[in-house]
C-alpha cells in the first residue's frame, strides 16, 4: 500500500516562499510520476506542477511558471514543490500526487491520472 505524507503547509505574506515536501512509502517506492495538484473549496481541483522519473521533464501550470520549481531527491522517493513570488491567489489545499504509470507529458496535467494522493495541507497567502 503506497502512501504519501505531505509537510505541512503554513501561512506566509505575499512575496514570500515556502517549500512543501512529499514522501512515498509503501509498495513501489519509485513511482513514474509525482505531482502537485490544489484546490480552493467549491472549485476543482487543479493541477500545479509534474515531474516525470524517467527523463526528469517536467510541466508547470501557467498560473505558476517561473514561480514554483518541482523537484525529486535522488531516489525519487521524495517530491519537493518551491515556492516563490507567493501571491494571495496561491491560497489552496495542496496535494501531492503519484503514479507508477510513464505517462506522456500531456497526461501529466491530468488529476485522473493519478492514482495516490496525500492527505493535502493548507497554504495561506496573507498579509
Known amino acids: 500500500q503506497v502512501s504519501l505524507v505531505e509537510s505541512a503547509g503554513g501561512v506566509v505574506q505575499p512575496g514570500g516562499s515556502l517549500r512543501l515536501s512529499c514522501e512515498a512509502s509503501?509498495?513501489?517506492?519509485?513511482?513514474?510520476?509525482m505531482a502537485w495538484f490544489r484546490q480552493i473549496p467549491g472549485k476543482e481541483r487543479e493541477f500545479v506542477a509534474a515531474k516525470r522519473r524517467s527523463d526528469g521533464h517536467t510541466a508547470y501550470a501557467d498560473s505558476v511558471k517561473g514561480r514554483f520549481t518541482i523537484s525529486r531527491d535522488r531516489a525519487s522517493k521524495v517530491a519537493y514543490l518551491q515556492m516563490n513570488s507567493l501571491k494571495p491567489e496561491d491560497t489552496a489545499v495542496y496535494y501531492c500526487a503519484a503514479t507508477s504509470t510513464n505517462y506522456i507529458v500531456s497526461a501529466m496535467r491530468d488529476k485522473e491520472r493519478y492514482s495516490y494522493w496525500g492527505q493535502g495541507t493548507q497554504v495561506t497567502v496573507s498579509s
Open positions: 509503501g509498495g513501489a517506492l519509485n513511482m513514474a510520476i
